[in-house]
């Protein structure tokens, strides 16, 4: 009972992150109902992806990430299109968390701390580097705290800001921008990073293991909900795209502070995740040294921060529909090949219909496809 719980909190800290920020704007660009729909529909995908990655890390005894395990199932040349995406996505990942994390921090600090905002960006950034540097061990008590400390924090936010939403802004549905909430939504929703870690945290029993990753994806997505849906009525089509400080004038200058308190635990906590993962995928599936693998997995987001990228909205919502045709694409395609051979072998592997396997791929590709489409025009 212990690990499962740990499990979910671990789940819970790496999907809770940067994408919980920008779902407000996404959602507000098209409608609260539009932006709604579309949760409740990618959660249900997202879930069955997450549960997909399950299989393949239970049933594949070696230690990769999904680079690695598309090499073993897929062979090499999905191997290096899918090391290329998900190494693009963790180091867009790790460098949106140092934009906001970073402004959270500033938020928090600034009234007793007079330096440059840039300061505050690398002070996150060396915080999540030496956690980074030590390992999973550290912070798995952290990711409890956190975890329940987010639940918290945005139910708070429900009953403080009841009273002042208005219901008009729930209504707004604009058609011009049906498809902006899918790429925020889909990134928001990615915890595939955290499944190796919850495995390790298992070991060789999976008991537990699959109902740690089901509730682990739904609490996020109801907090989500709550979240998009108190933001949006509140500050509709007038949302920051941090969600946060567009509530001061609404929820006053203490609750905005909670809330930057909240965002920054958020942030930290996912990016000690990813960045453990990258490190990790550096590590065990292209065979570099440890120490080196902790020292690229720092330094780009570093340098591409410090050369002055810092739009996080069009970050997640370029990485969320990139990820998810091809690294949510490929972990389809490995776990039908995992399926057939575990079945062969008479072990247990959880099923998914066919057709539920074709349509997510499906419509991860229009997905992408329309928001390229999107960002070009």
Partial sequence: MKKTVFAIAILMSTIVGVGLFGL??????????????FLFLLTGIMVSLHLMYGEIVLHTREKHRSPGYAGIYLGKIPKYILSCSVVLGFFGSLLAYIIVGGNFLN?????????????????????GAIVIYFGLHLIAGIDLIV???????????????????????????????????????LYSLSGMAAIPEIRELFGRKDKG???????????????????????????????SPDAINGLIGVLGDKVVYLGSVFGFLACITSFFIIGLSLKKVFWYDFKINKNVSWFLVCLVPLVLFLLGFSNFIFIIVVLGALLGA???????????????????????????????????????????????????S
């Fill in 24 to 37: 407000p704007y996404a959602g507000a660009q098209s409608g609260f109902l539009i932006a709604a729909i």
């Fill in 147 to 185: 975890s329940v400390f987010l639940i918290l924090i945005v139910f708070l936010f429900l009953f403080l800001g009841i009273p002042n939403i208005d219901i008009s802004n729930l209504k707004t549905i604009n058609f011009s921008k049906l498809f902006f909430p899918y790429g925020a939504i």
């Fill in 107 to 127: 938020t928090i600090l600034s009234p007793i701390l007079s330096v440059d905002p840039i300061v505050f960006n690398l002070l996150f950034f060396f915080i």
């Fill in 326 to 376: 091809i690294e949510g694409s490929s972990i389809v395609l490995i776990y039908k090949k995992v399926r057939k051979l575990k079945f062969k072998r008479k072990k247990n592997c959880f099923r998914f219909p066919d057709l539920l396997r074709y349509a997510i791929i499906v419509i991860f590709l229009v997905g992408f496809v329309y928001t390229l489409i999107s960002i070009l």
């Fill in 209 to 239: 293991y699959r109902r740690s990753i089901i509730i682990g994806m739904l609490i996020p997505s109801v907090l989500y909900l709550v979240f998009l849906y108190v933001v949006v009525g509140l500050t509709g089509i007038n949302t």
